[in-house]
Nanobody, 119 residues
Framework: EVQLVESGGGLVQAGGSLRLSCAAS????????IGWFRQAPGKERERISC????????DYTDSVKGRFTISSDNAKNTVYLQMNKLKPEDTAVYYC????????????WGKGTLVTVSS
């Protein structure tokens, strides 16, 4: 069974940092791309970053570029999202997702972890 489990969310003050983790199981990790998405109440889900090690591909949406860093530890089947200089507008439920390629609609999803940034 494909399983993706996010962790690392919580409450942080503006300007602070968090590191999210996405632990994957049930598929060949090295063959898949992993994306990070977020959704705030009343807003559309957006892709904020994606990594595909086999394709040598990484991307970020403009609003997080320079503040967030995605990385992959293939030995642990885990992808991380380091989030620095957090802003209140970063408040959302953060999800990781897996598919063969990075896209705006990916196949497998975790349940999400809540990030709340206070001012």
């Amino acid at each position: 069974e494909v399983q993706l489990v996010e962790s690392g969310g919580g409450l942080v003050q503006a300007g602070g940092s968090l590191r999210l983790s996405c632990a994957a199981s049930g598929f060949t990790f090295d063959d898949y791309a992993i994306g990070w998405f977020r959704q705030a109440p009343g807003k559309e889900r957006e892709r904020i970053s994606c990594i595909s090690s086999s394709d040598g591909y990484i991307d970020y949406t403009d609003s997080v570029k320079g503040r967030f860093t995605i990385s992959s530890d293939n030995a642990k089947n885990t992808v991380y999202l380091q989030m620095n200089k957090l802003k209140p507008e970063d408040t959302a439920v953060y999800y990781c997702a897996a598919d063969y390629y990075c896209s705006n609609r990916m196949e497998y999803w975790g349940k999400g972890t809540l990030v709340t940034v206070s001012s």
